[in-house]
């Protein structure tokens, strides 16, 4: 054999074999609205009526989070996306500069929306948020399957409802999950078991939900304890926040998943088996309402809360920053995108999953 045709083999004649990408962080913000990550706090939803802030805290929170332009207020809400990723990598999603991108599903909310971004196209049978182990096959179960990567994919979930969507008793996915009933999906450790006890402590009010920042931490581990190659991180509060009318907490917890990705992605790099060899991807499951009337709730008859956004940062993706003037962007398009940039071609396992997103498989 030809050295050529030897090495094109061994590369596995891939139209991906010469992509950099070896792991992927994917980051899901429920419910975090376009709106607030493309043009910052909105000032005429801090008051009482349509933000909810309280009389005594409408100052402090002006204060905090506006500026005179759309660029600065962007930036000081989610200060890693703007400064790290629109230098970086590709943000989509921006409809007052041409770059829409929605879901494909009609439900426009939580599990519907996950599905369709985790299998790579809606399904008009997932009509609900019940804890209902999903028929359809994730990006996450499938790449679990493949050479490279058996015991090498994991999640970790503030939100109790995602065993059921990457269906863990069948996909067997090593899964974090607030929760003290959930504690047997996880690995093992030390750490994992004080994140536990932190948990039953601090409890929250909600009933199928935990802080993020346990979340955030049990991320952490899972990345020293499993060192996977596919990492599915997925963080709630932004949704919870705006569903109770608080606009400032939901501008402090998008501050705050913002950091959380930021710590996640300084983790990988210090370490060898990332560094430069890691791509992120950060997404939501929906939209919300587009005014301070509606913007607390997401369905199909709240306009706006098909809309989502998409930003990647990678060694495969070109630096194009905030992009402009797009093709219409699905959010069923990320399951294959994930695996593109893995140099896997999961749209061939089903005619129904959409393609990947081609733009940020590329470095030019
Ligand atoms: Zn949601």
């Avoid at 005179?68 to 996306?81: A, S, Y």
């Avoid at 078991?193 to 009010?205: F, Q």
């Avoid at 071609?345 to 393609?355: C, E, K, L, V, Y």
């Amino acid at each position: 054999m030809k050295p050529l045709l030897l090495l094109f083999v061994l590369l596995g004649g891939s139209a991906f074999a010469q992509n950099a990408t070896r792991n992927v962080l994917v980051v899901t913000l429920d419910g975090l609205r376009w709106q607030e990550v493309f043009r910052g706090a909105d000032e005429a939803y801090i008051d009482l009526a349509g933000g909810g802030v309280p009389e005594n805290q409408i100052k402090a929170t002006r204060e905090t989070w506006l500026a005179p332009t759309v660029e600065e207020r962007r930036r000081k809400l989610m200060p890693f996306l703007w400064g790290e990723i629109a230098a970086r990598g590709q943000i989509f999603g921006n409809r007052d500069r041409g770059s829409p991108m929605q879901v494909a599903n009609s439900e426009w909310f939580s599990y519907p929306g996950y599905n369709e971004l985790l299998c790579g196209f809606a399904d008009p049978l997932v009509t609900s948020n019940l804890p209902i182990p999903n028929r359809n096959v994730t990006v996450l179960e499938w790449l679990n399957g493949r050479p490279g990567f058996a015991g090498r994919v994991a999640g970790c979930t503030t939100w109790q409802i995602f065993p059921a969507i990457v269906n863990v008793g069948r996909s067997r996915l090593p899964l974090w999950v607030s929760g003290s009933a959930h504690a047997a999906l996880a690995p093992k450790s030390p750490v994992f078991a004080e994140i536990a006890r932190w948990m039953e402590d601090i409890p929250t009010k909600a009933n199928d939900e935990h802080y993020d920042g346990f979340g955030f931490r049990a991320a952490l581990e899972m990345i020293a304890v499993v060192r996977p190659r596919v990492l599915y991180v997925a963080l709630g509060e932004p949704d919870t926040n705006a569903h109770a009318r608080r606009y400032g907490a939901y501008l402090d917890s998008i501050r705050r998943c913002d950091r959380f990705v930021r710590e996640l992605w300084e983790r990988l790099q210090a370490l060898e088996q990332y560094r430069g060899s890691t791509t992120l991807l950060i997404t939501v499951d929906h939209g919300r309402g587009r005014t301070p009337q509606d913007w607390k709730d997401h369905n199909k008859k709240t306009p706006g809360s098909n809309e989502t956004w998409l930003a990647v940062l990678g060694p495969d993706t070109a630096p194009r920053g905030e992009r402009t003037d797009t093709p219409p962007v699905i959010s069923a398009q990320v399951a294959a995108t994930v695996a593109a940039l893995l140099g896997e071609n999961f749209p061939a396992t089903d005619a129904r999953i959409a393609a990947p997103v081609v733009d940020v498989l590329s470095r030019r």
